[in-house]
Structure formats: C-alpha cells, structure tokens
C-alpha cells in the first residue's frame, strides 16, 4: 500500500514561516506530479502548488512568492516553505501525490492526512 504522511504546520505568527513535509511510501514504481492544497473552514478546497516530476512549478497568485514547492526524488519526498505568512492562510493543509506502483500502470492519486496551519498573533 501506499502511503502519504505530512509533518510540519502549526501555530504561527502573521509574517512568519513554516515547512512542511510530505513523505511518500510502500509500494511505488514512480511518482508524477505532487501537490499541496488547503481548505479553510466554510470554504472549498483550494490548490496551492504542483510540481511536476520534472520540477516544473504552478501555484496561484495568492501565493506566488510566499510559497516555494520543492521536492527529492530519491526520497520519495516534497516539501512546501511557506513565507511572510497571513491569516487567510490559515487552513487544513493536504498533500497529494500521483503515484505509479507498477511498470505499465496509471496512476493514482493519494492524499496525506491534512495538517492545520494557524496565522494568527
């Protein structure tokens, strides 16, 4: 099986930063595009970025130079800094991996457990 699991997040003050983790494992031939998303309470799930596995980056311009997404291969792992951080960030963060686990197979899409973020002083 396979498995999705984020560290990080927390209680921060506006203007400050956190990292998270999301580390994926079990049964995996190959990872596609990786992601975070957030969804903050009374409000629809948003995305934040995507990385590809090429290293190609998208995120909207709510966090455009806040946010970095970054990710190792090797392990399997990605990573989200977030910057200068503001209460509307605030939110339920999730991962999300596209995750092949044999040679001439689709993949499929995994979810990480959700870890909250609060900015707020």
């Known amino acids: 099986q396979v498995q999705l699991l984020e560290s990080g997040g927390g209680l921060v003050q506006p203007g400050g930063s956190l990292r998270f983790s999301c580390a994926a494992s079990g049964n995996i031939f190959s990872i596609a595009t990786m992601g975070w998303s957030r969804q903050a309470p009374g409000k629809q799930r948003e995305l934040v970025a995507t990385i590809t596995s090429g290293g190609s980056t998208n995120s909207p311009d709510s966090v455009k130079g806040r946010f970095t997404i970054s990710r190792d291969s090797a392990k399997n792992t990605m990573y989200l800094q977030m910057n200068s951080l503001k209460p509307e960030d605030t939110a339920v963060y999730y991962c999300?991996?596209?995750?092949?686990?044999?040679?001439?197979?689709?993949?499929?899409?995994?979810w990480g457990q959700g870890t909250q973020v609060t900015v707020s002083s």
């Open positions: 999300n991996a596209a995750i092949v686990t044999g040679p001439a197979q689709y993949s499929t899409s995994y």
